[in-house]
């Protein structure tokens, strides 16, 4: 894929106007355009030879910069004029860029063939054949995909926004949606007509009209893009960008500005040493990681400097103290590809980071992807967002509100502004998400599941009055056997703790049963009881004192106190150390998703400005009670007993509060 969003967006030139030349000197003018990535000229040119001559040589390269151009219509049909041409054969790349361009228009049936094709040559390109694999994959994929119901909508903003030129990177600060467009036009350009120019913009909302921020704030002779605020708000980081000589290439350098004492931007901004911005290469698209576990802030970025796995890549570098300078960044490579990562976005509430990517299989063009940092401190397995996010064509410069119900993103999709309408071409448009609510399902809740039961319950003592936070301590969730998220490795889950205890509330009849099995009548009834009073008392009990807990928390941070929660997990001895390390640290990491989601994430915006801190430690079956069961084989014991369903658990163990 092109490089063209290594700085802000594609770069869009309107060719330029040459007086009546030779057949040659068209070819000539489109080849350099080509070398400077100036693809809206080049195929200008090219096809200016054409009225000239038709060529196949020329129907080729036409092909190429219409692809690059993102074109894709006009790109398959110089491809097809080409391919029923007697010259196809001197041309055998031409069925990777043709089901490539087929691909970006969701026509996944007929570019398998020409993919296949293209693989089955003998002596092709290792690089090009590891693209016509990974698109190859994509039609399969695409192919073989099962309809569901839509999670999101996606709405392209309006004209107050959108033009006919590049808008990205869109982030929304309160009312205030800053985001990036390449509309304007280069001061004081030598080339007729001028380069365009990218500015940040503000408007208010989604319907607001996008205007440049304050001319102090812009500099007439860079582009600026590419937003990304620190935790605090105190510093604003953005890309700086030039072109590198008369052409379109364009290299960029990261930046940042501080707010004054009174809550501006200072005037100057600061570039970043060359330990990050290194000298002849591209640093851009900022993202601030603050590590809830870890108490550090990290700055990624997209470079193309040595050391990648190749195309653009991730990068990370802490950020320092006071008193401290940056070091080298380190390569993500947990997560790049020999392609392209780029546009990363840190959403700090639920601690995932979202990236786009064509190095990894998807729908076409650049996808949207999550992760979420493992034990390791590596990222996970990346995560394709899906239909309703990602399309055949571009999904880049990701953004999700606080609350995780609506964001942004910029994509090249159909019903964009097109800059060029005959060739349908090209450019990004920003379009807002929001999450579908989910159908009205009847829950079962835990007072329905009572009273379906066939014998009636001991009575419950009445529950005692909690008015101060440190009232509910030590606060105990309990969880299934190995859950959530069986049989796996991973540190994080996507299951908030509601979730798991809606599943596991249910199983006490189950657990009865088998935690009784083959016991004589008196034994077991005993036994029967103490599966209930656990299920009852403690899971059922230590679940609704979560909700009041949250109610108080609510109140405590709405009048202006700072809390900080601790986690700490546990789990039966059943398996190994290290799976046990991993699997409390899951149920840490469900329990913080209560936080995170517990009514529509009404925590988040406390947890980003660090009101609401909750720090997380899992201690596996370190801590476990002596005697608890740990052999396989004896499922009553180890899995089904009160003793063990009591290791695997979840405390809020401490409480700091500060007024």
Request: glycine share 8%.
């Amino acid at each position: 894929m092109p490089h063209f969003l290594i700085a802000a967006a594609l770069v869009l030139l309107s060719a330029l106007a040459l007086p009546a030349q030779s057949f040659q000197a068209f070819v000539k003018a489109g080849d350099q355009a080509m070398r400077e990535q100036d693809y809206h000229a080049a195929l200008h040119h090219y096809e200016q030879a054409l009225e000239k001559r038709e060529d196949p040589a020329v129907w080729y390269a036409s092909g190429r910069a219409a692809m690059l151009f993102q074109s894709y219509p006009l790109a398959v049909s110089y491809f097809n004029k080409l391919k029923e041409s007697p010259a196809a054969a001197q041309f055998p790349e031409m069925s990777l860029w043709l089901g490539s361009c087929l691909v970006s228009l969701g026509r996944y049936a007929d570019a398998r063939p020409l993919l296949q094709a293209f693989l089955g040559q003998q002596g092709a390109n290792p690089q090009l054949s590891a693209r016509g694999r990974l698109l190859l994959s994509a039609c399969d994929a695409a192919l073989a995909a099962e309809s569901t119901d839509p999670q999101w909508t996606l709405s392209r903003l309006g004209r107050g926004v959108n033009t006919p030129f590049s808008e990205f990177g869109a982030a929304q600060t309160g009312d205030s949606l800053f985001f990036s467009s390449y509309r304007f036009d280069w001061p004081k350009d030598r080339r007729q007509p001028p380069r365009k120019q990218a500015r940040l913009l503000l408007a208010k909302g989604q319907q607001g009209r996008g205007r440049p921020l304050a001319r102090g704030f812009q500099v007439d002779t860079l582009h600026m893009a590419h937003t990304a605020f620190s935790p605090d708000g105190q510093r604003l980081y953005f890309t700086v960008c030039r072109f590198k000589g008369e052409g379109a290439v364009i290299q960029c350098q990261l930046c940042y500005r501080e707010r004054d004492r009174r809550g501006r931007w200072k005037a100057d901004y600061v570039v970043l040493p060359s330990t990050i911005n290194l000298p002849g290469f591209t640093a851009t698209q900022p993202a601030v990681v603050f590590d809830s576990l870890l108490r550090r802030s990290y700055l990624l970025f997209t470079s193309d400097r040595p050391g990648g796995l190749g195309g653009l890549d991730l990068w990370q570098a802490a950020i320092p103290g006071p008193k401290e300078s940056w070091g080298e960044p380190r390569n993500l490579s947990d997560l790049n590809t020999p392609f392209d990562e780029l546009t990363p976005y840190f959403h700090q509430p639920s601690q995932r980071l979202f990236f786009s990517s064509d190095g990894y299989v998807g729908r076409g063009g650049y996808d949207v992807f999550e992760t979420r940092r493992g034990a390791d401190s590596l990222w996970q397995e990346p995560v394709n967002l899906g239909p309703d996010i990602n399309s055949s064509y571009n999904e880049v410069y990701y953004f999700l509100q606080k609350d995780g119900l609506r964001g942004y993103l910029s994509s090249n999709r159909v019903g964009g502004a097109a800059l060029d309408e005959r060739s349908g071409a090209c450019c990004l448009d920003i379009f807002a998400f929001d999450r579908i609510p989910p159908r009205q399902v009847r829950p079962e809740t835990p007072t329905e599941v009572v009273t379906a039961l066939p014998d009636p319950l001991p009575t419950r003592p009445a529950a005692p009055v909690y008015r101060e936070l440190s009232d509910f301590l030590p606060l105990a969730l309990y969880f299934d056997n190995d859950e959530p998220d069986k049989r796996t490795r991973r540190t994080t889950t996507r299951q908030a703790y509601g979730t798991t205890y809606q599943r596991y509330y249910p199983r006490r009849e189950e657990y009865r049963e088998r935690y009784t099995q083959g016991l004589p009548e008196e034994k077991a009834e005993a036994s029967a009881e103490l599966v209930e009073a656990f299920f009852e008392e403690e899971v059922r009990g230590g679940y609704e004192k979560l909700e009041r807990f949250s109610e108080i928390l609510l109140e405590r941070l709405e009048g202006g106190n700072r809390v900080e929660i601790f986690l700490k997990g546990f789990t039966s001895p059943r398996a190994q150390s290290d799976y046990n390390l991993a699997l409390g640290q899951r149920r840490v990491s469900s329990a913080r998703l209560h936080f995170d989601s517990w009514r529509e994430g009404i925590f988040a915006t406390y947890i980003a400005s660090g009101q609401l801190v909750i720090s997380e430690v899992s201690f596996g079956e370190t801590q476990a009670a002596t005697g608890v069961a740990d052999a396989l084989e004896d499922e009553r014991a180890s899995i089904y007993s009160p003793a063990a369903a009591r290791e695997r658990r979840v405390e809020i163990v401490e409480v700091k509060e500060q007024r």
